[in-house]
């Protein structure tokens, strides 16, 4: 059985408002208090006034804004995707029925999700370092499209040192042409193709090297993942 927060800051930007009176009358009975995107960003303190959860229904650009917020404020977040951040609710597969949606934005028993990080920038979804030739691909291109693309970027693969770091501190050395970070494990082409292989399951990242012995090794692998699989 789903478990709810007692209370909740909804925020929203000028996209978001029509979700305003959704969240208000939610069906679980959690009080809620609502303030345009504006009120925030003067005075988060002030519009969190003891809260511990925040609602957002904003553009992705805001709500990594308020995922970072959250590190320094201690507060839980609930996201509801709005029509420019469409893309966004399907890859983190938030509920498209209106009710369901701020239901789901509204539980406080969601798992802890990790947040990667690139030149210090904040990443949802997938960071990709190097080159990963179909796999590096936007989600919503057919296999054909993307081993097309695929092709003309082989020659730009090659072999780098990679140190990669594991929280416990162990230092695992190796060579790659690129890895990818996968936060969700569905939506873009590369978390289609490596899915299967991965079992998390919790909001934890993923992270997938590639390391393959030349180009020619590479180009059977996507010719295996473009035809075969």
Aim: overall charge negative; aromatic content about 6%.
């Amino acid at each position: 059985m789903p478990e709810y927060v007692d209370r909740a800051v909804f925020i929203y930007d000028l996209a978001g408002r029509n979700r305003v009176k959704d969240v208000m009358a939610n069906c679980v009975g959690v009080k809620v208090l609502a303030f345009p995107l504006e009120d925030w960003l003067d005075d988060p303190e002030a519009v969190l006034s003891g809260a511990e959860h925040v609602v957002i229904a904003a553009t992705l650009a805001r709500v990594k804004q308020l995922l970072l917020q959250s590190v320094d404020y201690g507060f839980s977040v609930g996201i509801l995707a709005i029509e420019a951040s469409r893309r966004m609710g399907q890859l983190l597969d938030l509920p498209e029925n209106s009710e369901a949606a701020v239901m789901h934005a509204l539980r406080s028993d969601a798992p802890e999700m990790d947040l990667v990080f690139c030149n210090g920038k904040l990443m949802l979804f997938r960071a990709t370092i190097g080159w990963l030739p179909m796999l590096d691909e936007p989600g919503g291109m057919s296999r054909i499209e993307a081993f097309a693309r695929a092709l003309g970027k082989l020659v730009k693969i090659q072999l780098r040192r990679v140190d990669v770091t594991t929280d416990s501190g162990q230092v695992i050395k190796t060579t790659a042409i690129g890895c990818m970070m996968l936060q969700r494990h569905h939506g873009a082409l590369g978390s289609t193709l490596t899915e299967r292989a991965m079992s998390i399951s919790d909001n934890s990242v993923g992270l997938v090297i590639m390391s393959p012995r030349s180009v020619l090794q590479y180009l059977q692998f996507l010719l295996e993942i473009s035809f075969l699989s």
